[in-house]
């Protein structure tokens, strides 16, 4: 299963260094937003957002699809793996 979160944050961040005027890319120096400037607080909101879309991915429906796989499947032997690419505290 896929949710996105991952593209969501990237597009987002493209978003708000184009609203800076940054260059995007890998090999460049980062942007810093002050955060209690009006885009900081708009970029802080929405990676937050973004970051609530991908729990809700993860703790929310993940853990419903696996029940209901088990209770459709003859094998109900799923295994348990797990790829966190993104750490959400």
Not at 15 to 35: N, R, S, W, Y
Not at 72 to 82: G, Y
């Given at each position: ?50 970051g ?28 348990l ?7 959400i505290?």
């Amino acid at each position: 299963m896929h949710f996105g979160a991952r593209g969501l944050g990237h597009k987002t961040a493209k978003h708000f260094l184009k609203a800076t005027g940054a260059p995007g890319g890998m090999d460049v120096e980062p942007c810093v937003l002050p955060i209690d400037s009006d885009l900081g607080a708009e970029y802080f909101e929405a990676m937050r957002m973004a970051g609530e879309y991908a729990f809700a991915g993860r703790a929310g429906f993940a853990p419903a699809w696996r029940r209901s796989w088990e209770r459709r499947s003859e094998n109900s032997e799923l295994p348990l793996t797990t790829e966190m690419r993104d750490k959400i505290d």
